[in-house]
C-alpha cells in the first residue's frame, strides 16, 4: 500500500512536531514547512495527499494560500485554527478547505479528521461508477429514484429537505459551510439567510436521526456549517 | 493705616471681565457727535493701517453713502459679499453675519453700528450681530454716533427735535476694549457739509437747515465729548480697582426705577441707565402690580416694553405683587440695599383728594434714601380702564336689579302696615347695598335711582306722583349713589384680588408641584412627561424640550412639527432666548428658552404657543423662567447622577478586575504547576513502567482540558466585559445548539446518563450560538463536577409566554443552603476552598451572557434532591420561511 503523503503547514515548531510524529506513528509520508511561500512550492514538487494548514502563517494568511492551492490541486484540506479566527475559519472554508480542528485539538480527534478525508478523497476519485444507493445508519438513499428509507420504514421528504440532503451527501466527510449550502440548495438569493438550513436541518434530523438532540450523522459545526458522517458508498454491482 | 489690599469681590469683576475679553474678540469704536465727523474715514485708515502690517482685515460691511475718498480707502482691501434678506419684493441687501463668522479674518470693519437689520435676519440690530462676532472671538471695528446711544437718545431728541429711532444700549459702548473719539469743529464740519463731502449735493440744503445747525452741533460734540469722558474715568476706576488703588466709592450704588404701566415711563427707564452709568451703580427697574387694577392687555404689553428696555440697558427688572405701592416699593428697596430711588412726578392735575401723593409717602417712610423725582410729561391720554371685574354682562345685571327693586317695593308696601317710611328707605338702601356688592358699579347705581323713585312714587304722599317736596329725595338718592359706588368698589377689589390671589396661587403651586416632581425624577423620559403633562396646561401652550445628544446637537424628545432645530442649536450654543418675541431669529413661529443650569446650558425648551399673548405676560414669563431653570437644574442633576453611576460602575469592574487576577493567577498557576511537575517526572525517570508513563500523561493532558476550559472562561468573560459586547445573533434551533454543547461535553458528563427532552416545535430563538454554546458547557461542566458519576442530567426546553425556557437538572445533591442567586457572583463556589478546580467564573459567565441576551438565569433546588439550572430567554420574531412552491416536482419524481 502506497502511503498517504501529507503535508503540514505550521510555524509553530512544537505542534509540527507532534502532530508529525503522530501521523508518522499512522504509517504516513510527513512533509513539513513553516511559511506559506515553502508551502506553495512544496505542493508543487511533493504532492500531498492532504494537508494541514495553519491559518496564523507569518509570511500571510492561511486562507490565501487555501484560495491559491485549491485552484490547481484536489487534495484535501483541514485547517488549524485558533478561537480567536472564528470567521476566519468560515472564510477558509468557503475558500475550500475541508476540514477544520480548533486549537487545542487532541491527537486522536486530529487522526480521525484525516483519516475520514483521505477515506473521501480515495472514494471521490474512484467513485465514477458508483451505485446510486448510498447509506449512513440505518438510512439508505436511492439518489437515482429518491426513494429514502429508515430501517424498513419508507421516509418521505419535502424537496428542500432531499436538496439539503443529497448536498451533504455530496460533500460528505466535508464541512459544509452554511452559505455553501444556501447557494447549492436555495441559489444565490438565499445566502445570508442561515435560518432556512437550521429549520431544514433540524425537519431532517426528526426524519433521519434516532436522537435529534444527539445527532450522529447529521454533525452540527456551530456558527460554521454542518458535516455528514458516517456515509457508506456502495460500490457498484 | 489703610488696606492696600484690593477688594477681592471687586478685582474679582476686574478678572472676570479680563477673562471673558480675552476670549471674545475685542471691539473698537469710532465714535464721534454725528455724521460726517469722519468716523468711516479713520475706521478705513486704520483698517488699511493693520492690512498693511499684515493682519487679516476684512470688510464686513461699509456704508460710503457716495463719499469718494472714503470709496477710494476701500480699494485693497478684501469685502465679504452681502447677503440678500426677505422675499415678496421687499428684499434687500444686509450684512451676511454668517458668511463673516465662516470668514477667515481676524479683524473685521462693519460700520454703523446702530443700524436696524432688514425684516427676516436673525438679530433685529446691527449691535447683536457684533456681538455675536465678538463672541466667536473675532475682533471688530465699527462707527456710532452720540445720538444713538441709548441713554442720550432723550437728550438728543431735546436738541435736534426729532427722535432718533435707531439705538444701541449702553453696555455695549462701555464694554467696547476701545473708544476713538472722531472730532472736529462744529465750524469745519459745516465747510465740508458745504462742500459736498458728507452728503451728495442734492441733500445737503434739507441737512443743513435740519440737522446742521451750527448749535445742534455744538451739543451734540459736547455730548459726544462728555460721554467719551465718562469712559475714561470708569476705564481710570477699573485700573485703580485692579491696581488696589482705594477706590473713590466706598460703597456700591444701587438705584432702583419705579415705574408704571405708561408709555411715558421710557424716560424715566433710559434717565435711570444714564444715572447708572454715571454712578457706575447696578440698577432695578421696578413695577408695582397691585391686584385691583385691572390688567388691560395695552398695559401689559407696555410693561413688557419698559422690561425689555431695562434689560437691554443692564437693569434688572422686576414685578412685584403689592397693595400698596410706597410700602412695596420701600419694602423691596430695603431689601436691596437700594441707595437712590427714582420716580416719576406726575403733572399737578393729577391731584388726588385722600392719598396723599407717592413720592411725599416715600420721603416720608424712607429717609434712608435719596430720592429722585423726574417730571413725567403725560403726553398721551390716560387710556380708561376698562372694568373688568364686573361679574356679568350689563342687561343681566340691570334687569336683575330691576326685579331686585320691585320686589322690594312690594315687600315694603306689605311692611308699610308695620314700619314707619323712614325704615322703608333702610330696606331699599339693603337692596342697593346688596346689588352693588353682586353686580357691580352701574347695577348699583341703576338700583340707588330705581330705588329713589319707587320711593318716591309709592311711599310719598301723594302716590303715584313726583312733587315739588321731594327735592330732599334727592340727598337720598345721592346718598344711595355713592353707597353704591363704594360698596361695589369694594367688592371689585375684593374679587379682584381674590382672582389674583387665585392665579397666584395655581402658579405657585403648580411650580411648587413641577419642582417637586422634577427633584425626584431620576430619568430623562420624566422629566419630558412632566413637560409634556404640567407644564403645557400651566401656560397653555405646545411645550417640546430638546437635549443635546453625545456631539452637543440637539435632539427633540417628542415629535413635534413646529420645531426647528437651528433656532433651538443656535439659542443652545449661544445660552440666549431665541425665536418668536425675541430679539433674535423672531421670524421663528416658536419661543425657544434655553435651559441653562449652573455648569452649563442643558437642553432648550421650544414652546409654540398658541394665542401670542401668553409670551408677553410678565407673570407668565417669569413663571416659565421659573420652570426652564428648574429643568435645567433638574437636568444637570441627572447628568451627574449618571455620570456618578458610570465612576460607581467603573469602581466595580476595577474591584472586580482585582479580584479576578488574583483569583486567575491561583486557579491558572495550580494547573500549570502540575502540568510541569509531571512533564519533569517523565523527563527524568527514563525507567518508568509503561502504565506508569501512561498514567503520568494522562494527568498532564487532564490539566491541560482543565486549563483550556479556564482560559475559554477568561476569554470569553473578558469580551462579554469589554464595553460593547458584539453579540454575532442569529436564528437557531435551541435543540442544534443543546447537540453541539453535548458533543462536546459528553467525556466530561461520562458515565452520567444525559437526556434530552426537546419539542420538535420548538421556535427559532436568536442568539449567538456560541455563547450560549459556552453556557451549556459550563452547566454540563458544572454537573460533572459537583455530582456523582450515577447521576442522570436532564435536558428540556419549551416555550411559555413570551419567553422560550432551558433547563439543566440532575437529580445529584443539590445546591448549597445559600441564596441560589449568590452562585452566580464572580468567584463564588458552593463550597469554599473545595479541591475542585475552577475560579467559580463559569456561572458568573452563564450570567452575563443571558442577560446580554435580555435573558435570565436562575438555580433552584430539586425535589427530592438534585438542582436545576433555568435559562429563559425572550421569544423574538422569528423571520419568515417561505413554504415550498408546488413547483418544485423534480425532486418527487414517484409523485
Keep these: ?237 | 493705616m489703610t488696606d492696600q489690599r484690593p477688594d477681592p469681590d471687586d478685582l474679582l469683576e476686574v478678572v472676570k471681565g479680563e477673562d471673558h475679553r480675552s476670549k471674545r474678540g475685542q471691539l473698537k469704536i469710532f465714535f464721534g457727535a454725528c455724521a460726517g465727523v469722519g468716523k468711516t474715514f479713520a475706521m478705513l485708515q486704520a483698517a488699511r493701517q493693520l492690512h498693511a502690517e499684515g493682519a487679516a482685515v476684512g470688510i464686513g460691511v461699509v456704508e460710503t453713502h457716495g463719499r469718494k475718498d472714503t470709496q477710494e480707502l476701500l480699494e485693497g482691501l478684501p469685502v465679504l459679499p452681502r447677503k440678500t434678506v426677505g422675499g415678496n419684493g421687499r428684499a434687500a441687501t444686509e450684512f451676511d453675519l454668517d458668511g463673516a463668522l465662516a470668514s477667515p479674518y481676524k479683524i473685521l470693519v462693519v460700520d454703523e453700528l446702530a443700524h436696524t437689520n432688514v425684516a427676516g435676519s436673525r438679530h433685529a440690530k446691527r449691535w447683536q450681530d457684533v456681538e455675536e462676532l465678538l463672541d466667536a472671538g473675532i475682533d471688530v471695528y465699527t462707527a456710532l454716533n452720540v445720538q444713538h446711544l441709548d441713554s442720550l437718545n432723550d437728550i438728543v431728541g431735546g436738541i435736534i427735535g426729532t427722535r432718533v429711532r435707531e439705538t444701541v444700549p449702553d453696555r455695549i459702548f462701555d464694554a467696547a476694549t476701545d473708544v476713538v473719539l472722531v472730532d472736529i469743529p462744529p465750524d469745519d464740519l459745516l465747510a465740508r457739509l458745504n462742500a459736498g463731502k458728507v452728503y451728495l449735493p442734492v441733500a445737503v440744503e434739507r441737512a443743513r437747515q435740519n440737522f446742521f445747525r451750527r448749535g445742534n452741533l455744538i451739543a451734540l460734540r459736547e455730548l459726544a465729548l462728555r460721554r467719551v469722558a465718562d469712559r475714561v474715568n470708569a476705564d481710570v476706576r477699573s485700573y485703580r480697582v485692579s491696581h488696589a488703588i482705594k477706590s473713590v466709592w466706598p460703597t456700591q450704588e444701587m438705584l432702583m426705577v419705579c415705574v408704571s404701566a405708561d408709555r411715558s415711563q421710557e424716560r424715566l427707564v433710559r434717565e435711570g441707565a444714564r444715572l447708572a452709568q454715571r454712578l457706575q451703580a447696578k440698577w432695578i427697574v421696578v413695577h408695582i402690580d397691585q391686584p385691583y387694577k385691572g390688567d388691560d392687555t395695552r398695559s401689559r404689553e407696555t410693561l413688557l416694553t419698559i422690561a425689555t428696555t431695562a434689560q437691554a440697558a443692564g437693569a434688572e427688572f422686576a414685578n412685584i405683587p403689592g397693595q400698596d405701592i410706597a410700602e412695596t416699593l420701600l419694602d423691596y428697596a430695603r431689601k436691596r440695599n437700594v441707595t437712590k430711588l427714582i420716580v416719576g412726578n406726575p403733572p399737578r392735575w393729577k391731584f388726588k383728594l385722600f392719598r396723599s401723593r407717592l413720592q411725599e409717602r416715600i420721603a416720608r417712610a424712607g429717609p434712608e434714601m435719596g430720592l429722585i423725582l423726574l417730571s413725567v410729561d403725560d403726553v398721551r391720554p390716560t387710556v380708561k380702564r376698562k372694568v373688568t371685574d364686573e361679574p356679568r354682562g350689563y342687561a343681566a345685571a340691570l334687569s336683575i336689579a330691576t326685579l331686585a327693586c320691585g320686589a322690594t317695593t312690594a315687600l315694603a308696601a306689605w311692611l308699610l302696615r308695620v314700619f314707619d317710611p323712614s325704615n322703608v328707605i333702610m330696606l331699599f338702601l339693603m337692596t342697593v347695598v346688596f346689588v352693588a356688592m353682586h353686580l357691580g358699579r352701574v347695577a348699583g347705581a341703576w338700583a340707588a335711582f330705581l330705588s329713589v323713585v319707587c320711593f318716591d312714587l309709592f311711599f310719598i304722599e301723594p302716590t303715584l306722583s313726583f312733587t315739588a317736596t321731594d327735592t330732599q329725595y334727592f340727598f337720598t338718592f345721592a346718598l344711595m349713589l355713592v353707597v353704591a359706588l363704594v360698596i361695589s368698589q369694594l367688592a371689585a377689589r375684593m374679587r379682584s384680588e381674590a382672582r389674583v390671589a387665585r392665579a397666584g396661587e395655581r402658579r405657585a403651586s403648580t411650580l411648587a408641584r413641577i419642582a417637586r416632581d422634577l427633584s425626584s425624577a431620576i430619568k430623562i423620559e420624566q422629566i419630558v412627561s412632566m413637560c409634556r403633562d404640567a407644564i403645557t396646561p400651566l401656560i397653555g401652550a405646545q411645550v417640546v424640550l430638546l437635549i443635546p445628544d453625545q456631539k452637543e446637537r440637539l435632539v427633540a424628545t417628542q415629535n413635534a412639527g413646529f420645531v426647528d432645530l437651528s433656532v433651538a442649536q443656535w439659542t443652545f450654543d449661544h445660552a440666549q432666548e431665541a425665536g418668536l418675541g425675541t430679539q433674535t431669529l423672531s421670524a421663528a413661529n416658536a419661543l425657544y428658552l434655553p435651559l441653562k443650569a449652573s455648569m452649563a446650558t442643558r437642553g432648550v425648551l421650544a414652546i409654540l404657543p398658541s394665542g401670542s399673548t401668553i409670551l408677553n405676560d410678565p407673570d407668565d414669563r417669569r413663571l416659565l423662567d421659573a420652570c426652564c431653570s428648574t429643568i435645567g437644574l433638574a437636568l444637570e442633576r441627572i447628568h451627574f447622577v449618571e455620570v456618578a453611576q458610570d465612576t460607581l460602575v467603573r469602581m466595580e469592574g476595577e474591584k472586580l478586575r482585582n479580584a479576578l487576577l488574583s483569583a486567575v493567577s491561583h486557579d491558572l498557576k495550580t494547573p500549570l504547576t502540575a502540568i510541569r511537575g509531571l512533564a519533569e517526572t517523565l523527563e527524568d525517570s527514563p525507567n518508568l513502567r509503561v502504565n506508569d508513563r501512561t498514567d503520568l500523561a494522562r494527568s498532564i493532558k487532564m490539566q491541560a482540558d482543565e486549563l483550556k476550559r479556564l482560559v475559554s472562561n477568561l476569554l470569553d468573560l473578558a469580551r462579554m466585559q469589554s464595553d460593547g459586547v458584539h453579540l454575532h445573533k442569529e436564528w437557531h434551533t435551541l435543540s442544534e445548539i443543546v447537540g453541539s454543547a453535548l458533543a462536546q461535553s459528553t467525556t466530561l458528563l461520562k458515565p452520567r446518563t444525559v437526556q434530552t427532552r426537546l419539542p420538535a416545535t420548538l421556535p427559532l430563538v436568536e442568539v449567538d450560538a456560541a455563547l450560549i454554546e459556552r453556557v451549556l458547557i459550563n452547566l454540563f461542566d458544572n454537573a460533572a463536577k459537583y455530582t456523582p458519576p450515577e447521576t442522570t442530567v436532564t435536558i428540556r426546553a419549551g416555550a411559555s409566554g413570551d419567553s422560550v425556557y432551558l433547563v439543566v437538572e440532575d437529580d445529584g445533591p443539590g445546591l448549597p443552603a445559600t441564596d441560589p442567586d449568590g452562585l452566580f457572583e464572580p468567584f463564588a463556589r458552593g463550597q469554599k476552598e473545595s479541591s475542585i478546580a475552577g475560579v467559580g467564573l463559569g456561572l458568573a459567565l452563564c450570567r452575563s451572557i443571558v442577560s446580554a441576551h435580555g435573558g435570565t438565569i436562575r438555580a433552584r433546588a430539586r425535589k427530592p434532591h438534585g438542582a436545576a439550572f433555568e435559562i429563559r430567554l425572550p421569544l423574538g420574531a422569528p423571520p419568515e420561511v417561505e413554504s415550498e412552491t408546488a413547483d418544485d416536482q423534480t425532486a418527487h419524481p414517484d409523485r
Aim: proline share 5%; net charge negative.
Design chain 1, 1 to 237: 500500500m502506497i502511503k498517504p503523503r501529507i503535508l503540514i503547514v505550521e510555524d509553530e515548531a512544537d505542534i509540527r512536531r507532534f502532530v508529525r510524529m503522530a501521523l508518522e506513528k499512522e504509517g504516513m509520508n510527513v512533509f513539513e514547512t513553516a511559511t506559506a511561500e515553502e508551502a506553495r512550492l512544496n505542493v508543487g514538487s511533493r504532492k500531498p495527499d492532504l494537508m494541514i494548514v495553519d491559518l496564523g502563517l507569518p509570511d500571510g494568511d492561511g486562507k490565501m494560500l487555501i484560495r491559491d492551492v485549491r485552484s490547481w490541486v484536489s487534495a484535501p484540506i483541514v485547517v488549524l485554527s485558533a478561537r480567536e479566527q472564528e470567521t476566519e475559519k468560515v472564510e477558509a472554508l468557503d475558500a475550500g478547505a475541508d476540514d477544520y480542528l480548533v486549537k487545542p485539538f487532541g491527537v486522536p480527534e486530529l487522526l480521525a479528521r484525516v483519516r475520514a478525508q483521505l477515506r473521501r478523497s480515495s472514494t471521490v476519485s474512484n467513485g465514477a461508477g458508483a451505485s446510486p444507493i448510498v447509506r449512513f445508519g440505518n438510512v439508505s438513499i436511492n439518489l437515482a429514484t429518491h426513494e429514502i428509507a429508515r430501517g424498513d420504514e419508507p421516509v418521505h421528504l419535502t424537496p428542500n429537505e432531499f436538496r439539503l440532503l443529497t448536498a451533504l451527501i455530496r460533500g460528505h466527510g466535508k464541512v459544509l459551510t452554511h452559505r455553501q449550502l444556501l447557494m447549492e440548495v436555495w441559489g444565490p438569493g438565499y445566502a445570508e439567510r442561515s435560518h432556512y438550513i437550521r429549520i431544514y436541518m433540524a425537519q431532517l434530523r426528526q426524519k433521519l436521526e434516532d436522537d435529534p438532540s444527539q445527532p450522529v450523522h447529521l454533525i452540527t459545526e456551530l456558527q460554521v456549517g454542518y458535516r455528514l458522517s458516517g456515509l457508506e458508498i456502495s460500490e457498484a454491482s
